[in-house]
Each structure stands twice: as C-alpha cells, then as structure tokens.
C-alpha cells in the first residue's frame, strides 16, 4: 500500500508536469515565428514548479531525466538560458552516455540562444549526421532552418522546414511546419509550393485559424496567377460553408481584386459599397473604404471623394493595417489642395503686380521678381508647383501629369531654390516614361548650369558620364577628411558647398556639420547660431534641420538670456557711475558750502 502511494504521487506530479508542458508547447506552435504568448509561459512556470518537485520529493525516480530534461526545455522557451544551459548541462552529467541526442540538441539550442548562431549550426549538422529516428530527425531539420531564417538564408531553411515536414509523427506539429512553408513560399513568390503548402496545412491542421487563412491564401494564390475560374469557384464554395463566415469578408475582397484585374471596374466598386454594408464597422470595410478611396485617386482622379473614402477607413476600424496609409493620403489630398488654392492666389497676386487682367490667362508666367516682396511669393509659388509634381509622382502614380508641374519652375521660375531640384526630377520622370529628348535636355541645362551640384553628379553617374572634380559630394567627403588634421581648412570646404549647391541635399548635410562643429568642438555660439538658423531658413523639413530643432532653439535661448545678463550688468556699472558722479558733486557742493 505504502510502495503503491510513493509510486503513484511521483507519476501524478510528474504526468501534471507534462501536461502541462503539452499544453504550453501547443500555443507555442500555433504562434510560431511569433512571441510566446502569456499563457504559455505560465504553463512553463508549472513544469518547472512540478518537475522540480520530482527531483527534490523523489530522487530515485524513474522520471528524473524526464523531469530535468522537461525543467530545461521549459527555462529554455521562458528565454532563461543560463537557468537551461546549467538544466542540460546536470542532465548532460547524469544522463549523456544514456541520452546522447537529448543532451547534444538541447546544448546545440542554448548556444544559438545565446548568440552563437554559427556553432550551434555546426553541431546540429554533426547530429543529423548520426544515426536517428524521424522525430528526431525533424526536430534537428526544423531547429537548423529557424537558426536560417534568423541569418535570413530563406532558401535553405525552406529546403530544411520541408525535410521536417516529410519526417515528424506529430500531425499538430506537421500542420504548423506547413503553415511556415506556406508562408515563406507566399514572401518567395513561389506559389506553387506555397499552395502546396497550405493544401496540406488543410489537411494536418486543427487549428480552425489557421485552416481558415489556408483557404483564403489559396483563392490569393490562384488569383494572382490569373486562374480566375478556380477563383470564382473556390469563393463560391466557401460563401457557402457556415464554417468559414469568418473570412467571408476578405473572400469578398479577394473577388473585388479579381474584378479589377479582369478591368471590371464598375463591378469592382459596386461589390466594395455592398461590403461596406455588409460587414459594418469591421476591419474587412475599413479596408474597402481604402480600396474605393484608391479608385477615386488611380481611375476617376477625384480627390474630393478619395479624402471621404480615406477618412472613413479610421472610423471604420481604427487597428486597420490601412489606418496609417489612409491617414497620411489624407494629409497628401489636403496638401495637394491647399498648394492648388495657394498658386491661384499667389498668380493673380504677381500678374496685379504687373498690371495684367487676371480674368482670363493662360499657364505662362511673364511677371518677374523685382521687388523684395515680390520676391517671396514666386519663391512660395516654386514650393508649392513643386509640392504639386512631388506628390502627383510619387505619391498619387501620375507621373507624366506631374511633369508639368515641374516644368512651370523650369520655365518661368529659374530664380527660386526649387529651379535645379525641378531640372533633376523632370529629367528623371522623363527618363523613366520614356521621353528621352526631354529627359536629355533638362540634363544637359543641369549640368551646364550647375556642374558641381548632387543632382548634376547622379546624372553623370546615372548616364555613365565622365566624373567632375570639385562636385559636392566630393567636397563633402574631402572635408570630412581634412577635418582630421586641419578642422579650420575642412570648415571653408563645407562653406564652399553652400555657396555651390544650395538646393540639393548634400547642402543640409553641410550646414549641419558646420553648425554642430561651431557649436560643439570650437563653442562659438554665433557662427553656431547662424548655420542651425540656415538649415532651418532654407532646408526646414530635411532631416537635418529636423534634427537640430531643439539644439537651435535652446542655443538662441541661452544666447538670448546670456545678452540679457550683459545688458542688465551693463546697465548697473551705468548706473554706479552715475552714483559716484552724484556723490563727487554732492561732495564739491558741500566742500563750497563750507567755505
């Protein structure tokens, strides 16, 4: 009865232990190639609690190695590898002659966890080379393809996740390899192995999640390669499955892209606006609110209602993955319209100023800076013709419409700062629609007109061109040279490309490197001030300047305060002087009184 007690209570602590472990290693699985989640890592906790009771209530244990093996494996996915390292090391003591594959495997683990990548690669190829059973087999394939992903070496580790997938027994453990196939196979563009993949993710799997994205990754799959009767049939098929009402809506989505692809369009968008009442407040309608909002801007160019759609997909489901791009399309409809307003007022401004009826002209400017005042506004004009062809090419995919754009500051406005960044970029567009005359052209007034310049040296590099001396670039490198040895000489080189290449980025970087070398190597507060106040003057949103904001405001700040001490000290010897006058006349007058 006593013998039948002892061995009962070390079996059930034991088998609670792994249980446990069972469990944690399930959510572990199902959330692969993700962080642990809390519940798994409490579960751990609890091996290690019930292993540990084992070892200490009951040291001769049949279940000892079991139960130290199940505490290390737990430190080691709770990410407490000294406490796993120091685990395997005592089961490695006890038990390595008995369990060589164990104790070399859990070793090889510790090592890549603890940042020893390559080591830990060549022990599990020395183990994969002796003699094991599948599982065993799998487990290896399975750890050296994770190490592989981490050094980003896909392709192998693809090859690896497969040979672990064709060996292991555990049919929850073959369905989350396949899941990994399927995803990096999608990332590789390899979608026949992809859909292989999550066929049989299909077919392993009881993850109802999992076996859920499977079905919509094939219809993807299928509609990516233009198998469009498969497509339709598959989302038929699942529109109709009471299980999968889950991803009815994304399958909804998968049948509006399909429309588009087939130039459906009016198909298209009346299937999005049934989404939307279909599947209020979800995330599957915030995102066809960003598809209506991405038809209004590519096929109608209708801002006014691609801002309504894009506004909509925040208060449709805020945690939308198309919250952040709607957001920011919205700030670059604003800005489109408010540089549209501000050239029509800033025109009929200008041509006033020239005594031109401002009722009916055409696109060509003919005034021309002449005052001060005047000035301004066609340097505000060039910002805002430039933030209308920088949004249209980059941001909206209208590029040749964005030409023109360009092309007013090229054409009428040749004295603002934008006039060589527009050379440079409706060359470039031109180049990359096809236009080459004009594309060589704006190249060749560049070069001719700023030799020296960023842009002009892309250019030559771009069109294989003999290379300048005395270019920016190269002056900035010269200067971060000189510096070394000669500090002051490397300043005049930096001052140089200002004067030179005011317009292109290698500009900021210079006036960057002036104003923090004033300010923090030769603590010349003036000079300081006056670069960070140049930055902010004529590159306000680069990098640069957005990096010294605060440096530029907090050294103005001290300078001001310190020139308000001078003052004030200033002002007090003034006002002691005049004291001691006071007292020396009061003094003379007295001396006369007494006389």
Request: charged residues 25%; hydrophobic residues 35%; negative net charge.
């Given at each position: 009865?006593?013998?039948?007690?002892?061995?009962?209570?070390?079996?059930?602590?034991?088998?609670?232990?792994?249980?446990?472990?069972?469990?944690?290693?399930?959510?572990?699985?199902?959330?692969?190639?993700?962080?642990?989640?809390?519940?798994?890592?409490?579960?751990?906790?609890?091996?290690i609690e019930k292993s540990k009771r084992v070892l200490d209530?009951?040291?001769?244990?049949?279940?000892?190695?079991?139960?130290?093996?199940?505490?290390?494996?737990?430190?080691?996915?709770?990410?407490?590898?000294?406490?796993?390292?120091?685990?395997?090391?005592?089961?490695?003591?006890?038990?390595?002659?008995?369990?060589?594959?164990?104790?070399?495997?859990?070793?090889?683990?510790?090592?890549?966890?603890?940042?020893?990548?390559?080591?830990?690669?060549?022990?599990?190829?020395?183990?994969?080379?002796?003699?094991?059973?599948?599982?065993?087999?799998?487990?290896?394939?399975?750890?050296?393809a994770e190490i592989q992903l981490e050094l980003s070496l896909d392709s192998s580790a693809l090859d690896n996740l497969l040979k672990g997938a064709e060996l292991t027994t555990d049919t929850d453990q073959r369905g989350q390899i396949y899941y990994r196939i399927s995803l990096l196979a999608y990332d590789k563009d390899d979608y026949d192995l992809s859909l292989e993949a999550n066929k049989n993710l299909i077919r392993y799997s009881t993850s109802k999640k999992r076996i859920e994205e499977a079905k919509l990754q094939i219809v993807r799959i299928h509609r990516i390669l233009g198998n469009w009767s498969i497509v339709m049939s598959e989302i038929k098929t699942i529109l109709i499955d009471d299980r999968f009402t889950r991803i009815h809506g994304s399958l909804e989505l998968e049948l509006v892209q399909l429309y588009q692809m087939k130039n459906e369009n009016s198909l298209a968008k009346n299937r999005l606006e049934s989404i939307i009442a279909d599947y209020p407040r979800t995330e599957t309608s915030a995102e066809a609110y960003y598809m209506?909002?991405?038809?209004?801007?590519?096929?109608?160019?209708?801002?006014?209602?691609?801002?309504?759609?894009?506004?909509?997909?925040?208060?449709?489901?805020?945690?939308?993955q198309y919250t952040p791009t709607a957001n920011l399309r919205v700030k670059q409809i604003k800005s489109y319209n408010d540089s549209k307003s501000s050239i029509i007022e800033l025109r009929k401004e200008l041509l006033a100023k020239v005594n031109i009826?401002?009722?009916?002209?055409?696109?060509?400017?003919?005034?021309?800076?002449?005052?001060?005042?005047?000035?301004?506004?066609?340097?505000?004009?060039?910002?805002?013709?430039?933030?209308?062809?920088?949004?249209?090419a980059f941001h909206f995919n209208r590029p040749k419409e964005s030409i023109l754009n360009f092309l007013m500051i090229v054409d009428s406005l040749p004295k603002t700062s934008q006039y060589s960044k527009s050379l440079f970029t409706s060359s470039y567009i031109c180049h990359q629609e096809g236009d080459s005359t004009l594309a060589v052209s704006l190249r060749d007034s560049l070069l001719d007109q700023f030799p020296r310049s960023e842009y002009a040296e892309y250019l030559r590099i771009h069109y294989d061109m003999p290379d300048l001396d005395g270019s920016s670039n190269k002056l900035f490198r010269e200067g971060e040279i000189t510096w070394q040895n000669k500090p002051i000489g490397a300043l005049g080189i930096f001052r140089k490309i200002l004067q030179q290449d005011r317009e292109s980025d290698v500009s900021a970087r210079s006036a960057m490197y002036l104003a923090i070398k004033y300010d923090r190597y030769f603590s010349n507060a003036d000079s300081a001030l006056f670069y960070y106040d140049w930055l902010q003057k004529y590159k306000p949103d680069s990098e640069q300047a957005l990096a010294t904001t605060n440096r530029f405001t907090e050294l103005k700040n001290t300078v001001s305060i310190i020139k308000e001490m001078d003052s004030i000290k200033s002002s007090e010897v003034n006002d002691t002087s005049s004291i001691v006058k006071t007292d020396v006349s009061n003094d003379t007058i007295n001396n006369k009184v007494d006389n």
């Open positions: 009865m006593f013998i039948c007690t002892f061995s009962c209570a070390y079996f059930n602590t034991f088998y609670n232990a792994e249980q446990y472990f069972k469990k944690a290693e399930k959510i572990r699985l199902e959330k692969a190639g993700e962080s642990i989640p809390v519940s798994a890592i409490d579960d751990y906790s609890k091996v209530e009951f040291p001769e244990s049949s279940y000892r190695n079991d139960a130290l093996l199940l505490i290390g494996k737990s430190h080691f996915h709770r990410q407490e590898y000294r406490l796993a390292e120091a685990t395997f090391q005592q089961f490695d003591d006890e038990f390595g002659s008995g369990h060589p594959f164990e104790s070399g495997f859990w070793k090889a683990m510790v090592k890549w966890r603890q940042g020893k990548s390559q080591a830990a690669l060549e022990d599990l190829n020395d183990i994969i080379s002796h003699q094991l059973i599948p599982d065993q087999q799998s487990k290896v394939y399975l750890s050296i209506l909002g991405e038809i209004a801007i590519n096929e109608n160019w209708d801002l006014d209602d691609a801002e309504k759609q894009y506004s909509q997909v925040t208060r449709e489901y805020r945690k939308s009826d401002t009722t009916n002209f055409d696109s060509t400017l003919v005034a021309k800076p002449n005052k001060v005042d005047s000035h301004v506004n066609y340097e505000s004009l060039a910002n805002h013709y430039y933030n209308l062809g920088e949004l249209e």
